[in-house]
């Protein structure tokens, strides 16, 4: 009991390291509780805050802030507007396409796993092979079924796409115009002495901006090399498999893995084993290398390097408590936690130390625990 006590007054007898605790616990439990709710005040501040970067470029090239937001806001409306109106219809219109599609590619997928058998009898049999397309033509086709349900046509799935179409771009508008106000307003009702907390959030702040803004770049970059590529090939659903391969950069390590499957199984069906599925897949790879290599170092040079298993870690947690939302700030939130760690205070244990820890007194003293115990045995 008494490490314990230990333990609390070395790391929590700061009241700043109570209120940077509470503030982080509150946040948290807002977006657990309270997220499904929210979820467009979310998108909207998440938006917002992509969006400030470039109304405070244009603001220090002498623009005037609310001339900077009306271009910056305008800009957003467009890109919207081109999402709605000919993003979204090109990945409808490709996934009911696929799913159409997909009893033929599993017969075509059978006909060739069926030639295993024959060319090696010893590890696979015929009856192995049926069983296994069986189960994936079931599976596949109750996931087909459900996707094509899924009709923007319901009551619920219009209600919920027309207050993110209008209340989602009102809420930036007002998030980029009076965010200084509304920082104010917050500040007003938060502890006056949270010097540690706005320690944290300075050097966060700048981790998570040059993240989030340097994975969007990333995100149309890498999305839109693809979508030109693959149809120079001629490589069908270009659109949906670009959109793909965009969103996998999201995920670090696993999404280009994940991306890999779709582009190489459509380069297979309608190529077969021919020199074009094989120039489809050299040219995919070529895309994933220049991300690492050179687009990655390039954007996210000034961000916090993460160990590899900090990151899938990360993934894991965040992605299981928020879904998408963590997916994506998974690194900025582990980001966040690295800073909490390297700001969290470390006092010596005033009392209580010695009892807990004996060598720590003659430590400090200057004294090694070797040294005492020659000088008691000298007397």
Same mark, same amino acid.
């Given at each position: 009991?008494?490490?314990? #006590?230990?333990?609390?007054? #070395?790391?929590?007898?700061?009241?700043?390291?109570?209120? !940077?605790?509470?503030? +982080?616990?509150?946040?948290? $439990?807002?977006?657990?509780?309270?997220?499904?709710?929210?979820?467009?005040?979310?998108?909207?501040?998440?938006?917002?805050?992509?969006?400030?970067?470039?109304?405070?470029?244009?603001?220090?090239?002498?623009?005037?802030?609310?001339?900077?937001?009306?271009?910056?806001?305008?800009?957003?409306?467009?890109?919207?507007? %081109?999402?709605?109106?000919?993003?979204?219809?090109?990945?409808?219109?490709?996934?009911?396409?696929?799913?159409?599609? +997909?009893?033929?590619?599993?017969?075509?997928?059978?006909?060739?796993?069926?030639?295993?058998?024959? #060319?090696? =009898?010893?590890?696979?049999?015929?009856?192995?092979? *049926?069983?296994?397309?069986?189960?994936?033509?079931?599976?596949?086709?109750?996931?087909?079924?459900?996707? +094509?349900?899924?009709?923007?046509?319901?009551?619920?799935?219009?209600?919920?796409?027309?207050?993110?179409?209008?209340?989602?771009?009102?809420?930036?508008?007002?998030?980029?115009?009076?965010?200084?106000?509304?920082?104010?307003?917050?500040?007003?009702?938060?502890?006056?002495? #949270?010097?540690?907390?706005?320690?944290?959030? /300075?050097?966060?702040?700048?981790?998570?901006?040059?993240?989030? *803004?340097?994975?969007?770049?990333?995100?149309?970059?890498?999305?839109?090399?693809?979508?030109?590529? %693959?149809?120079?090939?001629?490589?069908?659903?270009?659109?949906? !498999?670009?959109?793909?391969?965009?969103?996998?950069?999201?995920?670090?390590?696993?999404?280009?893995?994940?991306?890999?499957?779709?582009? $190489?199984?459509? /380069?297979?069906?309608?190529?077969?084993?021919?020199?074009?599925?094989?120039?489809?897949?050299?040219?995919?790879?070529?895309?994933?290398?220049?991300?690492?290599?050179?687009?990655? =170092?390039?954007? %996210?040079?000034?961000?916090?390097?993460?160990?590899?298993?900090?990151?899938?870690?990360?993934? +894991?947690?965040?992605?299981?408590?928020?879904?998408?939302?963590?997916?994506?700030?998974?690194?900025?939130? /582990?980001? !966040?936690?690295?800073?909490?760690?390297? $700001?969290?205070?470390?006092?010596?244990?005033?009392?209580?130390?010695?009892?807990?820890?004996?060598?720590?007194?003659?430590?400090?003293?200057?004294?090694?625990?070797?040294?005492?115990?020659?000088?008691?045995?000298?007397?």
């Amino acid at each position: 009991m008494e490490i314990v #006590r230990a333990w609390f007054r #070395r790391y929590m007898s700061d009241p700043q390291v109570v209120i !940077l605790g509470l503030l +982080l616990l509150s946040g948290f $439990a807002i977006v657990l509780i309270m997220g499904n709710m929210l979820a467009p005040v979310i998108a909207a501040v998440v938006i917002a805050y992509l969006l400030d970067g470039l109304v405070s470029w244009l603001n220090q090239h002498r623009l005037p802030r609310s001339l900077a937001v009306t271009i910056v806001f305008l800009a957003f409306m467009v890109f919207l507007f %081109f999402a709605l109106f000919w993003l979204l219809p090109r990945l409808s219109h490709q996934v009911t396409q696929l799913f159409q599609q +997909l009893p033929d590619m599993i017969s075509r997928g059978q006909q060739a796993l069926l030639q295993l058998p024959e #060319r090696y =009898p010893a590890f696979v049999t015929e009856a192995q092979v *049926r069983d296994v397309m069986a189960a994936v033509r079931a599976e596949i086709g109750g996931y087909g079924q459900r996707v +094509l349900s899924m009709s923007l046509a319901s009551l619920m799935g219009l209600m919920t796409l027309l207050v993110y179409v209008i209340l989602v771009p009102v809420l930036v508008f007002f998030f980029l115009k009076d965010k200084e106000g509304m920082m104010r307003w917050m500040g007003s009702y938060l502890p006056a002495e #949270r010097k540690l907390a706005m320690q944290v959030w /300075a050097d966060v702040n700048v981790q998570i901006a040059n993240y989030v *803004r340097g994975k969007v770049w990333e995100i149309f970059i890498v999305g839109g090399v693809s979508y030109a590529t %693959f149809t120079f090939m001629g490589l069908g659903y270009a659109v949906l !498999l670009s959109t793909l391969v965009g969103l996998s950069v999201i995920i670090p390590y696993i999404g280009a893995a994940v991306a890999t499957v779709p582009v $190489a199984m459509i /380069a297979y069906f309608q190529w077969g084993w021919t020199a074009s599925f094989g120039y489809v897949l050299i040219a995919y790879g070529v895309i994933q290398a220049l991300d690492g290599n050179v687009l990655v =170092p390039l954007l %996210f040079s000034e961000v916090v390097n993460l160990h590899p298993v900090a990151i899938i870690v990360a993934v +894991l947690v965040f992605g299981g408590v928020w879904g998408f939302w963590g997916v994506f700030f998974a690194i900025p939130l /582990a980001t !966040l936690v690295q800073a909490v760690l390297k $700001a969290w205070p470390k006092k010596e244990i005033i009392t209580g130390e010695d009892d807990a820890f004996p060598n720590a007194a003659t430590e400090r003293a200057g004294v090694s625990p070797g040294a005492q115990e020659r000088g008691a045995n000298a007397q």
